[in-house]
């Protein structure tokens, strides 16, 4: 069913655990769809200098954020924001098509923890203040109100 | 077998020497495979799988009885070829209800009786269930279905071969049970219909099987299930016990060695079920710290509560299609309830149906011996199933938000988790 790539990352899932301090966390996923993944990234002058996951999932979904956090440990931040979930399942020699829904979720993941990290940051520069997420302008909030409704922090 | 694959080739149906002898395999069979489950040869149904003969009891009975009603009611966790064979007349003006299972998977006759109307023609309660081995007291949910004078299908084929059944004891007047039930061939299938029972052919065609199911027989699947049938009717006592013993081992032995485990079905006596180690909006308080009813006993129908040999049971904070490839990698295969092991990447009807939460059901694992397992194997499942769960859980978000004393569970503001549709 999994190729050997997949499996040899499902077998044996690189940079597995959390991060203490992390500039950046994000979780995707929901338990009706079968698979949570959650990553923790460290940033340093823009690299990812660490990336670090914790997944509950089948085979592909435990690859699939092997894979994502090998691809994105030291790359810059905009590098990793272009990573796609097709990059991944491409990556892996391919995912079963009933897989590319819900199991490849890797990067949408490491995108949220690397968003997480950019509020942060803009919160401490107190730049103007944009979302985010849109770049709507916005007064006290760290998002604005349409991207907090879609479960964005 | 062997021969209706190579000389003896004729069709059962042609006069001539050539159908001779597939015509004799044929009979013969039929006569092994009934007095397996104590019914006539001639109401035993030839079919090429437990599905086909599902599909032929539920659309085949309701569609002969459509100009008295067409309300047909079934249990909410019979096997998929029920539930879609009902779907599938709804375009003709059909309708089912499905009867609710409390949290062990049992019907109970007074939920079926609720879910009788007045043009009810069909009533379908499975026997045993395939994925957590609960037995149905099918000969007092009969009983009820007569009452009504409304006739009575029951899917066997997690049943035989594992229990005893005797349906004229049953009193069902349609029964499926396949090959595969008894370690006959694929392609070969039963389904017993009562002597007089109306139905509508769904094949159409020649005058096999007595007009209820035309097509030339797979002879040599059916010479297999009839020699398998034979087989297992002599030795089933046998099989049940050993395979009961070695279930038992895992029921009692596995909760010593994994933490975090819930069984689903019946299980064993006087064992309290613990509650899950958290808890989500949605699951029923019901479930936890109820005290099980006796398993090996015999109930009011004289049947055991759960299907020899067969254990399910969630691990929780692990997903199951996880559980099972590592499982596979020790040389042991099970089977899971979750969605992502299923192709259709939903999780088990039959867990949800028990109150099984939706996250507790992708933690699901089915094991299920047969006639050839043994003690080593339960030892080496019992020995390899722990380090991969601990593994798993090592990596789990979940269980480092329950370590955390969390709610692994909690739905973020903003998200529903709505079950998407299918894919690919």
């Known amino acids: 069913m999994y190729s050997e790539k997949v499996m040899e990352h499902f077998r044996s899932p690189r940079n597995v655990g959390e991060i203490d301090n992390a500039d950046g966390v994000g979780e995707v996923g929901n338990p009706v769809c079968g698979d949570m993944m959650t990553f923790w990234v460290k940033i340093e002058n823009g690299i990812l200098a660490d990336v670090k996951f914790k997944t509950f999932g089948c085979g592909a979904a435990i690859a699939v954020s092997s894979m994502v956090s090998e691809m994105a440990k030291g790359r810059t931040v905009e590098e990793a924001m272009k990573i796609s979930n097709a990059d991944v399942a491409k990556e892996l020699g391919g995912l079963p098509p009933n897989k590319l829904h819900c199991s490849n979720l890797g990067a949408d993941a490491l995108h949220r923890a690397i968003e997480n990290y950019l509020v942060k940051k803009r919160k401490a520069e107190k730049k103007d203040c944009h979302c985010p997420y849109c770049d709507t302008p916005i007064e006290a909030s760290e998002i604005c109100a349409p991207c907090k409704a879609q479960g964005r922090n | ?424």
């Open chain 2, 1 to 424: 077998m062997l021969p209706f694959l190579g000389g003896d080739f004729g069709n059962p149906s042609s006069l001539h020497r050539y159908g001779t002898g597939p015509r004799q395999a044929v009979d013969a069979a039929r006569a092994q495979v009934a007095a397996l489950v104590n019914a006539r040869p001639d109401d035993i149904v030839f079919t090429a799988s437990a599905s086909e003969s599902n599909n032929l009891a539920i659309k085949g009975l309701a569609l002969s009885r459509g100009a008295k009603g067409r309300h047909i009611v079934a249990s909410a966790v019979e096997h998929v070829s029920v539930l879609e064979s009902l779907k599938s007349l709804c375009p003709l003006g059909y309708e089912f209800s499905l009867v609710p299972v409390d949290p062990e998977g049992r019907v109970e006759p007074d939920k079926l009786a609720a879910a009788m109307k007045t043009d009810t023609v069909l009533v379908s309660v499975m026997h045993a269930n395939y994925e957590v081995g609960t037995v149905q007291n099918i000969k007092e949910l009969a009983a009820l279905a007569r009452r009504y004078r409304v006739p009575f299908h029951s899917d066997g084929t997690a049943a035989v071969g594992r229990i005893s059944v005797d349906i004229a004891d049953l009193g069902v007047d349609a029964y499926t049970f396949p090959a595969m039930s008894v370690y006959g061939p694929k392609g070969a299938a039963a389904l017993y219909l009562k002597q007089g029972t109306r139905i509508q052919s769904l094949i159409e065609g020649g005058f096999q099987e007595r007009n209820r199911r035309a097509g030339t027989e797979d002879v040599a699947a059916i010479a297999g299930f009839g020699a398998a049938a034979a087989v297992t009717k002599t030795k089933l006592p046998e099989w049940s016990a050993a395979m009961t013993r070695l279930a038992q081992r895992i029921f009692t032995e596995l909760p010593k060695k994994l933490d975090h485990i819930v069984f689903t079905g019946p299980v064993p006596a006087g064992r309290v079920q613990p509650p899950f180690s958290s808890t989500e909006s949605g699951g029923s308080p019901s479930r936890a710290g109820r005290v099980q009813p006796p398993f090996s006993s015999t109930e009011s129908g004289g049947s055991p509560s759960r299907v020899p040999g067969q254990v399910s049971v969630v691990v929780e904070f692990v997903e199951g299609e996880a559980m099972l490839l590592f499982l596979d990698d020790e040389g042991i295969a099970a089977a899971s309830g979750s969605s992502c092991s299923a192709k259709t990447l939903k999780a088990s009807h039959v867990l949800l149906a028990m109150d099984l939460p939706h996250t507790k059901a992708q933690s699901s694992l089915v094991l299920t011996m047969g006639k050839d397992t043994t003690d080593a194997d339960v030892s080496l499942f019992l020995e390899k199933l722990p380090p991969i769960a601990a593994r798993l859980r090592e990596i789990s978000p979940l269980y480092a938000k329950f370590k955390k004393g969390e709610d692994p569970y909690a739905v973020k503001p903003g998200e529903t988790y709505e079950e998407h549709g299918e894919h690919g």
